[in-house]
């Protein structure tokens, strides 16, 4: 755990070229809480481990190291692919709070931290901005991951079912357990890296509950969607003139329309990372996650306009127009009135582009 924490240390204090750092035990032991004395020696084992060495700037008061370059692959394996982890991770996000890399070593799991690492590997740059659905995700584990309450006109209302399992299916989960451990050991370190606040699920609806869905909206109380779309469900659910209030009592968890022809949903619990990087990558997404939420409450706020006035054959257009060329449409939402939540910092893995560390 130390070896592993200190070289993650002095990475952070690296500069443009992610290899010369001014980093040593000082920062090492302020960053994860190690003592110095071991701080020292985790350093001198990545040097016999030829992992770092001594800059030719170094001095006995003023240590520098190079971070030297990985071993080549051997013939036939594949090149490693570099993971870029923000800076925040290890100096914290304030300077008042615990850094990350000091809670992890506060649980004792080399593991734990190895999962972590991997996990912003896995950050997609899509809008939800979290790891790839195929390498984790939360779902409800039964044949109806929603029931069709109606159909009406071109949209179909479905209710949606609440989670009750966890799934992963790209990651090789044996790289995340000690010889001898059982399988469940893995979903155990998958829960203590939410206890340390290192990640958090947020639900989207998807296209599906299988790993090839696509994610629809987001499901959080900030981002609103939810509320428009279950009051315009009701809508259709009680009629025109309320004629069904019986139906909208029959179900009472959280509601959605689509257009009728659309296969069942299902609401998927994405994995997301806490500390984020501020990146174009993650403002990308962060953009589009605001276009998705203005679409889909202009979309659902007609709709419950209409459904009062008895109008159900206007469908729900499910993609938003292109950023470039949409215009505020009747009873549109601007993106500026919608209060999402930014999260913590922006020093986030910025998926596959920049912000190493």
Known sequence: ?????????????????????????????????????????????????????????????????????????????????????????????????????CRMRETGDVLALRLLIDLYGEVTLDAPYAVAIPAMRGYADQPETAEKALEMGAHAIWELAEMTASQSVSLDRKRYLAKGEANTKFWDRVRLLGKVGATQTE?????????????????????????????????????????????????????????????????????????????????????????IIAHWIEQYDRLAREAAAGIYANPLRTQPAKASSEAPAEGNVPIKDIKADQGVSRLSNPGRNSGQV
């Open 203 to 291: 639900p989207w609806l998807c296209s599906t509950a299988g790993e090839d869905a696509d994610p629809i909206f987001p499901m959080t109380a900030d981002a609103k969607v939810r509320e428009f779309a279950d009051a315009a469900a009701r809508a259709l659910l009680v009629g025109q003139y309320s004629e069904r209030e019986w139906k909208s009592e029959a179900h009472p968890r959280a509601l959605v329309v689509l257009p009728v022809h659309h296969q069942m949903p299902a609401v998927l619990w994405l994995t997301k990372l806490r500390i984020e990087a501020d990146t174009p990558g993650r403002r990308g997404a962060y953009g589009e996650r605001q276009r």
């Open 1 to 101: 755990m130390n070896l592993a924490l200190a070289y993650l240390v002095l990475l952070a204090g690296t500069g443009a070229d992610h290899r010369l750092t001014k980093w040593s035990t000082g920062a090492v032991s302020e960053h994860t809480g190690m003592r110095k004395d071991a701080a020292r020696h985790a350093i001198g084992e990545l040097i016999a481990g030829k992992l770092i060495e001594r800059a030719e700037t170094s001095t006995p008061a003023f240590p520098h190291y190079n971070v030297l370059p990985p071993k080549p692959p051997a013939k036939g394996e594949p090149e490693p692919t570099p993971i870029f982890l923000p800076v925040g991770l290890v100096t914290g996000l304030t300077g008042a709070d615990t850094s990350m890399l």
